[in-house]
T-cell receptor
């Protein structure tokens, strides 16, 4: 769904570096999510946000931080990347009047 | 928080056979149960969902059943086709809730 856009699509970074993954949406949704996908582990919730003043930890928030700069933008940061953070990261949105979650295209992050 | 378990992790069927994927959840307050399909290299997309006020929902070859007492729900795909091959995720949430937790996924392979 082109309405949820993630940048970059692919990124290789070195251990210890800070990296930011960005998500923007044009759907007007208030809820935004960051998920991590590892093979065999499904989609694990990292952080979620109800609005710009609301940030909540998910299942695996350690080592990550987020920023909700505006209703349409939700960024995920790895302050000091480590190899076991190598994964596929998805941003998703949900509207107040809709239960369906819409996903971005994903960001494949490799930490070497 | 909610914990969703999904079985099996892999499933291989012959074209034309049926496939069944099962999920259990822990939070009795959850009342919205979607299923997402993720094709290789693509983002997850909603294929069907069910709310707790109904026990079954059908959409062509796909059906979902819910047993709230036992806290489990299932996805049924009949007359499977090769294009049904994908990873399927179940999830549990409240419709207007802020977080959505996913199962670990089932990799379905339909052999021609």
């Amino acid at each position: 769904d082109a309405d949820v856009t993630q940048t970059p699509r692919n990124r290789i970074t070195k251990t210890g570096k800070r990296i930011m993954l960005e998500c923007s949406q044009t759907k007007g949704h208030d809820r935004m999510y960051w998920y991590r996908q590892d093979p065999g582990l499904g989609l694990q919730l990292i952080y979620y946000s109800f609005d710009v003043k609301d940030i909540n930890k998910g299942e695996i928030s350690d080592g990550y931080s987020v920023s909700r700069q505006a209703q349409a933008k939700f960024s995920l940061s790895l302050e000091s990347a480590i190899p076991n953070q190598t994964a596929l990261y998805f941003c998703a949105t949900r509207g107040a009047g809709s239960a369906e979650a819409f996903f971005g295209q994903g960001t494949r992050l490799t930490v070497v | 928080g909610e914990n969703v378990e999904q079985h099996p992790s892999t499933l291989s069927v012959q074209e034309g056979d049926s496939a069944v994927i099962k999920c259990t959840y822990s939070d009795s307050a959850s009342n919205y149960f979607p299923w997402y399909k993720q094709e290789l290299g693509k983002r997850p997309q909603l294929i069907i969902d069910i709310r707790s006020n109904v026990g079954e929902k059908k959409d062509q070859r796909i059906a979902v059943t819910l047993n709230k007492t036992a806290k489990h729900f299932s996805l049924h795909i009949t007359e499977t086709q090769p294009e049904d091959s994908a990873v399927y995720f179940c999830a549990a949430s409240t419709p207007w809730g802020n977080d959505m937790r996913f199962g670990a996924g089932t990799r379905l392979t339909v052999k021609p």
